[in-house]
């Protein structure tokens, strides 16, 4: 630990000295950096450099090439490659600690237990050595884990499933891409709706169910538990169109039926997921060690940062609406999953895939009127805004419309969040006026 902290001082010295010497980082002119911050993570050394209006001289000189000037400040053998980029104010620079400094094994045992409630799990430590606990939320009702082989990403979707299992609110639907070799270790958990999916029938089956069940809560206004979907290798199983299209609506029209989604990748930019909309209603990411720069764009959301430049085996980023830490993930070992809690499933076997049970919410609202023009527009906006139910109807009667019934607003909400998603995923820009 020590160690890791000279380095970190090292670094930042040689940067200070640098930036105020004429022509040594960005042209004759030096930059003024007001302070830096020293991070040390599990897996990388960071600083964090204010540096006001000169923020972008620094990073770009520190970016390009390949990052080959920062490189040269860099005062360890580090693994990987360096990064640079712009978190909040700051220019963020990290490097992977050598194998003799990093913290690759942390198992979920030793940074303590699940939260017991509110449909939370303990992903990792962060770099502050504090342990990030994720969770579904109406805010992030959605998450997206992405990893090529070798990421971590299958260790991190049993960690999360395994507590979520624990709390009886949560009822799940497992659904497994590597016919069972990914969530197969946790096959017999409680609290599951019916038997492990692998087959195209079987997941066809278990999603029509899901949609069904979502959409007699909205029919009903019955939320006695929290439904969670979670898919391993998702890509394994959108070529086929009905999936695709029960996946959509899921995504776009779960939040407010507390029904949740956590679906993991080694593939994020194959056709068959890029070509339906439900990634841009997964606000929640973990990104882990991705194939190339593309992936990493698409599980992080942006250009930066960049998984591509993760260490591997549970090295992440943790994303969500004003949220970014890097993060060792804690894993359970297969060894102990066969000592969480086991429980009969509520179907012994999927019902039969149901066209109808999966048809689309009511569009018939019982309030005697068409949508409008203005209701679309509102319900548009507000799905570009991230808005729930309450403020779209809000929104919707100040704009001088009469305020539509919870009905009706969650499917105004659902069918802006659709159009939305479609205007984002063909490039359109929705511009905000004040």
């Not at 992977?96 to 303590?112: S, T």
């Not at 023009?373 to 729930?388: F, I, K, N, R, T």
Request: hydrophobic share 40%; charged share 25%; with cysteine.
């Amino acid at each position: 630990m020590e160690k890791r902290v000279t380095y970190l001082e090292q670094w930042a010295q040689t940067i200070w000295r640098a930036a105020q010497t004429p022509d040594a980082l960005a042209g004759k002119k030096s930059i003024q950096i007001h302070g830096i911050d020293m991070v040390r993570g599990p897996r990388a050394g960071a600083l964090e450099i204010l540096a006001g209006l000169d923020a972008g001289r620094l990073l770009n000189a520190l970016k390009s090439n390949d990052f080959a000037i920062h490189r040269q400040f860099v005062p360890y053998e580090f693994s990987g490659h360096p990064a640079v980029f712009m978190s909040g104010r700051h220019v963020r620079l990290e490097a992977g600690w050598p194998d003799a400094l990093a913290e690759k094994d942390i198992k979920l045992a030793d940074i303590g237990q699940h939260p017991k409630e509110g449909g939370r799990w303990v992903a990792g430590k962060n770099e502050m050595g504090r342990t990030v606990t994720l969770s579904l939320s109406d805010t992030v009702p959605h998450y997206l884990l992405g990893g090529y082989t070798g990421s971590g990403k299958t260790y991190a979707m049993r960690s999360a499933v395994a507590q979520l299992a624990r709390d009886p609110f949560n009822h799940l639907v497992l659904i497994d891409g590597k016919w069972g070799y990914g969530l197969g270790p946790l096959g017999h958990i409680a609290n599951r709706i019916g038997p492990l999916a692998i087959e195209f029938e079987q997941v066809r089956a278990a999603l029509s169910w899901s949609v069904g069940e979502m959409r007699s809560r909205y029919q009903t206004g019955r939320r006695d538990s929290r439904l969670v979907i979670i898919i391993d290798e998702i890509q394994e199983f959108t070529k086929d169109t009905v999936v695709a299209e029960l996946l959509r609506r899921l995504a776009a029209q779960g939040r407010d039926a507390d029904v949740h989604l956590i679906l993991g990748t080694q593939d994020p930019t194959a056709d068959a997921f890029n070509k339906i909309t439900i990634r841009r209603n997964l606000v929640g990411r973990i990104a882990l060690l991705t194939e190339n720069y593309k992936s990493s764009e698409v599980v992080v959301g942006g250009k930066t940062p960049r998984a591509d430049f993760l260490l591997g085996a549970g090295d992440a980023y943790a994303l969500t609406p004003g949220a970014l830490h890097r993060v060792q993930l804690a894993y359970i070992p297969e060894s102990d999953l066969v000592n969480e809690a086991s429980g009969e499933p509520e179907f012994d076997d999927w019902p039969d895939f149901d066209p109808e049970a999966a048809g689309t919410l009511p569009e018939d609202t019982g309030t005697g009127r068409q949508i409008s023009g203005q209701e679309v527009a509102v319900s548009l906006v507000q799905a570009h805004l991230g808005a729930g139910r309450p403020t779209l109807q809000r929104a919707i009667e100040n704009a001088g419309i009469n305020k539509p019934g919870s009905t009706r607003a969650d499917w105004l909400l659902s069918l802006g969040r659709e159009a939305h998603a479609w205007l984002s995923d063909n490039d359109w820009t929705l511009c905000e006026t004040q």
